[in-house]
């Protein structure tokens, strides 16, 4: 199977059996969503969705944030991972909200990633879900999972990861391709013991035909394209 075709088939099974797919974060507008990005960093979105609540109540604009200390936020955010450097990143990313962008959180790459706590992938995660933009983030379900689906090849980063991924996805499917990878990753393609046997991309895949010793001639492969 060539690269394209590997691609082509992903796309066209996420699109039947996934045709929904966004960020399991909750948030109402894009400052919401900056906090809750930066605070997910090595913490699952069940915790953050926990946590944000209280802080958007108690910090509803960058403004309020901006005024308060990383003593203050640490209190509401002990919970997560790096408590210590996310408070002062958060009260960072306020204050340089207030000073350079008049309060609005931006929407591109190069202003994003300024902010205290913001990397290529956050600042992504923005770009694509608040601002409509075609971008590709990715962080460590989307890195494992290109690699083993084999949509990428032999990626060792997650910047070459995405290059990769944005080379071969259509422009238009890229916002909902970074959530199917993502879902996939955390749900079914997990980091140990992924549920192969659960997962439809089984034929697609390189890992699974690669550790199965299955191809599209195997007996098992032609059950399940007939069924098809």
């Known amino acids: 199977m060539t690269k394209k075709e590997r691609y082509k088939k992903v796309i066209e099974w996420f699109e039947v059996n996934m045709p929904v797919?966004?960020?399991?974060?909750?948030?109402?507008?894009?400052?919401?969503?900056?906090?809750?990005?930066?605070?997910?960093?090595?913490?699952?979105?069940?915790?953050?969705?926990?946590?944000?609540p209280k802080i958007f109540e108690d910090?509803?604009?960058?403004?309020?944030?901006?005024?308060?200390?990383?003593e203050v936020?640490?209190?509401?955010?002990?919970?997560?991972?790096?408590?210590?450097?996310?408070?002062?990143?958060?009260?960072?990313?306020?204050?340089?909200?207030?000073?350079?962008?008049d309060g609005q959180v931006p929407d591109t790459l190069e202003e994003l990633i300024k902010l205290p706590g913001v990397g290529r992938k956050t600042a992504n995660v923005v770009q694509s879900v608040v601002f409509n933009k075609a971008a590709m983030a990715v962080d460590t379900h989307v890195f494992r999972v290109s690699n083993r689906i084999g949509l990428t090849t032999n990626s060792k980063t997650p910047l070459a990861t995405e290059k990769e991924l944005v080379k071969y996805i259509p422009e238009k499917l890229?916002?909902?391709?970074?959530?199917?990878?993502?879902?996939?990753?955390?749900?079914?393609?997990?980091?140990r013991n992924p549920k192969c046997d659960k997962c439809g991309l089984q034929l697609m895949c390189k890992y699974y035909c690669d550790t199965y010793k299955v191809t599209t001639e195997t007996p098992k492969a032609r059950k399940k394209i007939i069924k098809s």
């Not at 910090?59 to 944030?65: A, E, G, S």
Request: with cysteine; hydrophobic share 40%.
């Open 21 to 52: 797919a966004e960020t399991e974060l909750h948030y109402d507008n894009a400052y919401q969503l900056l906090i809750a990005v930066i605070l997910s960093a090595q913490c699952t979105d069940k915790r953050i969705n926990m946590i944000t």
């Open 59 to 70: 910090f509803p604009t960058p403004d309020t944030m901006a005024a308060t200390t990383p």
């Open 73 to 101: 936020i640490y209190e509401y955010i002990k919970s997560v991972s790096y408590p210590n450097n996310k408070s002062k990143h958060l009260v960072g990313m306020a204050q340089m909200l207030m000073k350079d962008f």
């Open 174 to 191: 890229l916002s909902k391709a970074h959530h199917w990878l993502i879902l996939h990753g955390r749900y079914v393609c997990i980091a």
